[in-house]
């Protein structure tokens, strides 16, 4: 058994970081396992060096300590790449060449649009509609494009598909939660979604413990582990840590960064008390 604790370097590490990382840190322990700490970094445009020294400082400090080398996804890149290659040689991903714009003009001409648990509503699947040679061809004109994941076309190869929560009970994948996300763009070949699934696997992590926000991720993770023939991990999604406004906190809530608290001189013991 393992459990990983990942966070981004783009910022400081706030009271919620800190309960999703003593979460799998106390996981671990409890289970004499190990408690492996990875950089999802692969947005190299937001990330700053500082912040993977400030985030390891946090955590020695508060007593969560790690096992093995941290990894960092940005030394992942070829793995992704294959993994990618793969689910294209499956026929279950396509280049889209929309905008943004375009697709915001397009979903908002479409009366009763899908949306999705995230922030923004779904792809409408514009480019899904394209043939591999068409597809190609604008490929090979040098037009921007990312690949996208065809969700119907997925679940028609796996079929029904399940995965098992800790907190939430067995969940039957729905692909409707997220529609067609995007795997890889040109500026950063890789996602989240491919990052995630392909080194939880590599680092043999068996036990996925994140906030409940990610649930509605864990179906499209759980559909590219049975299409990549990747092992399933059991899952733990665990509640959020609020602000006085009630909303999960970010990295932009600078007070209540472990930093800031440190500065008001607050105990480690007081921090990690104020997560309970």
């Known amino acids: 058994m393992s459990t990983r604790f990942a966070p981004s370097p783009t910022g ?3 009271l919620g970081h800190v309960y999703a990382a003593k979460f799998a840190h106390d996981l671990a322990r409890t289970t004499e396992t190990e408690f492996l700490l990875r950089f999802e970094d692969i947005d190299t ?5 500082e912040y ?3 985030i390891e400082h946090d955590l020695k400090w508060l007593g969560l300590n790690w096992d093995s080398t941290p990894l960092r996804q940005t030394d992942r890149f070829p793995a992704y790449s294959q993994a990618l290659a793969q689910l294209i040689s499956r026929q279950v991903v396509y280049p889209c060449f929309c905008t943004r714009r375009e697709i915001q003009a397009e979903i ?4 009763g649009a899908p949306h999705t648990q995230q922030e923004e509503p779904q792809y409408p699947g514009t480019c899904r509609s394209l043939s591999t040679e068409q597809g190609q061809d604008l490929i090979n004109t040098g037009k921007p494009h990312c690949w996208r994941l065809d969700s119907k076309a997925a679940i028609e190869q796996t079929g029904e598909l399940y995965f098992d929560d800790q907190i939430h009970g067995t969940i039957p994948v729905n692909i409707d939660l997220l529609g067609d996300v995007v795997l890889a763009r040109k500026d950063i070949t890789t996602s989240y979604h491919i990052a995630v699934v392909v080194d939880d696997a590599m680092q043999e992590i068996t036990d996925v413990t994140r906030g409940s926000d990610l649930l509605s991720s864990t179906h499209v993770h759980r559909l590219l582990q049975q299409l990549l023939d990747l092992p399933t991990p059991r899952y733990h999604h665990h509640r959020l840590i609020l602000g006085d ?4 906190l970010a990295k932009r809530d600078l007070s209540q960064s472990i930093r800031s608290l440190r500065e008001q001189e607050k105990t480690a013991t007081e921090i990690l008390a104020m997560i309970n």
């Open 12 to 14: 400081l590490l706030h």
């Open 45 to 49: 445009t937001r990330v700053r060096d």
């Open 52 to 54: 993977y020294l400030e």
């Open 108 to 111: 908002a001409a479409i009366h």
């Open 245 to 248: 406004n009630q909303k999960r």
